[in-house]
């Protein structure tokens, strides 16, 4: 079985935990930050994952949200490297908000090579590897060839870092005058899916840990969207950063935000 195949089966293991997920406020601690939360369910999922991915590529290192640090170390530069979200859309999860999802990235040599998404309540797995395309459950994907007027987009409040609330609905307020409507998911990783399959044109985060988007930015990527930061700089994969994503469309007009 090939390795972006594996991944999907992991993701698919891992989904049943949170399917299986019962009492979960009592299960539920918060982290440094505005709302950030984590549920025992999100360390089972990332224990899981890094155990059965370490099964299926020994040779790689792993980063997780879990662990506590948004710590990218050198040697996630060379070879490969899992960035995986056990569980993007905690808050969602908590509340019981659909989806969340598990989100698994490889890095190769530092880029982006392989991304699984999966929302196990939808049975929804989007999934693409460098050079070879983006799928949802088997099937190729495009992003929207639609200009930005004629788009929805979305964006995350990047709830944790109450510095950044007022430039982002300031962008929101922007894109709302120059789009159809605006939309929330709560989750950057599927966000980044709904771009990839063109159902949105447009979506931006100010501030996200690279577990958020390393697997949504390669599906994304290979379904024909442009991703940068907010700034329109070329978007790096060794830490936190804002998300500016757009589909083959949009890219194809201004679609910076004048805010
Ligand atoms: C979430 C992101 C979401 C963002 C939330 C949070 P988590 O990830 O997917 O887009 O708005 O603040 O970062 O913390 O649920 O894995």
Redesign the pocket.
Known sequence: MDLRKQIEEAAREAGKILLSANDIQAATDEKSGHA?FVTMYDKKVQEFLFAELARVLPEASFVG?EEGAECFREEYRRGYAFVI?P?????NFIKAYRPSVVSIGLLLDGKPFIGVVYNPYHGILYSAERGKGAYRNGVLIHSSGEPLERSIFSM?????YEELTARSFRIAENYLHRTIDMRRS????W?LCLLAEGITGLYY?LR??LW?FAAGAVIAGEAGCVLTDIDGNPLTYDGPSSVLAVSAGVARENYMPEA
């Not at 569980?87 to 808050?91: E, H, L, P, R």
């Not at 995350?156 to 944790?160: E, F, K, L, R």
């Not at 709560?186 to 990783?189: F, I, S, V, Y």
């Open positions: 950030n949200e979200d569980i993007d859309g905690t808050t995350g409040t990047a709830p944790y709560g989750t950057a990783a966000d985060e996200l840990g958020d």
